[in-house]
T-cell receptor, first 112, second 115 residues
Framework: GESVGLHLPTLSVQEGDNSIINCAYS??????FIWYKQESGKGPQFIID?????DKRQGQRVTVLLNKTVKHLSLQIAATQPGDSAVYFC???????????FGTGTSLTVIP | DTGVSQDPRHKITKRGQNVTFRCDPI?????LYWYRQTLGQGPEFLTY????????KSRLLSDRFSAERPKGSFSTLEIQRTEQGDSAMYLC?????????????FGPGTRLTVL
């Protein structure tokens, strides 16, 4: 299957700082990407998505950047809060079906 | 709470036993997915239903695994002759075909421990 991975398995940031979580993917045919947040004991929760015809998308306090040239995806969280502490996954879909391939995950810890 | 429920939340079983998990999706969602997640890893796709039809199956889904969605609403995932390697979190998700974004709403998962 596709290979989707994250550069940093753990990330610690001070409350109020910005966080950047990175993700690399290997399938150049992937055309849709989602970032998920997973808190302990819960299932993944949708944060933001982006299609391959875009290179940037903004939500509330979050921005996703897509660089198709180097097959890289990032999630930026502005003014990180303690409630942002969780594991973050990127997932890709190649448009050929309904399978999403998830990366390994980055554990974000926000220090008060 | 996303509206997707799973039962049981935890299951401990002995190797060789059969187990069955249930997922109740959001009521109007016609698509239902099963994933497996091991510690520190992202969810791995297992299978997908559209209404009652099982349309996609991962090669991860060995012949010991079977999933059903008989009435296009709830789904069950059965694992026969469990092995220790089956220990994982089993996640269910649902989505609505044609929704503006292909957002899958995940349930809390069933954590399986095979002794």
């Amino acid at each position: 299957g596709e290979s989707v991975g994250l550069h940093l398995p753990t990330l610690s940031v001070q409350e109020g700082d910005n966080s950047i979580i990175n993700c690399a993917y290997s399938n150049s045919a992937s055309d849709y990407f989602i970032w998920y947040k997973q808190e302990s004991g819960k299932g993944p929760q949708f944060i933001i998505d982006i299609r391959s015809n875009m290179d940037k998308r903004q939500g509330q306090r979050v921005t996703v950047l897509l660089n198709k040239t180097v097959k890289h995806l990032s999630l930026q969280i502005a003014a990180t809060q303690p409630g942002d502490s969780a594991v973050y996954f990127c997932a890709e879909n190649n448009g050929a079906g309904n399978q999403f391939y998830f990366g390994t995950g980055t554990s974000l810890t926000v220090i008060p | 709470d996303t509206g997707v429920s799973q039962d049981p939340r935890h299951k401990i079983t002995k190797r060789g036993q059969n187990v069955t998990f249930r997922c109740d999706p959001i009521s109007e969602h016609n698509r239902l997915y099963w994933y497996r997640q091991t510690l520190g890893q992202g969810p791995e796709f297992l299978t997908y239903f559209q209404n009652e039809a099982q349309l996609e199956k991962s090669r991860l889904l060995s012949d010991r695994f079977s999933a059903e969605r008989p009435k296009g609403s709830f789904s069950t995932l059965e694992i026969q002759r469990t092995e220790q390697g089956d220990s994982a979190m089993y996640l269910c998700a649902s989505s609505l075909q044609g929704a503006p974004r292909n957002e899958q709403f995940f349930g809390p998962g069933t954590r399986l421990t095979v002794l």
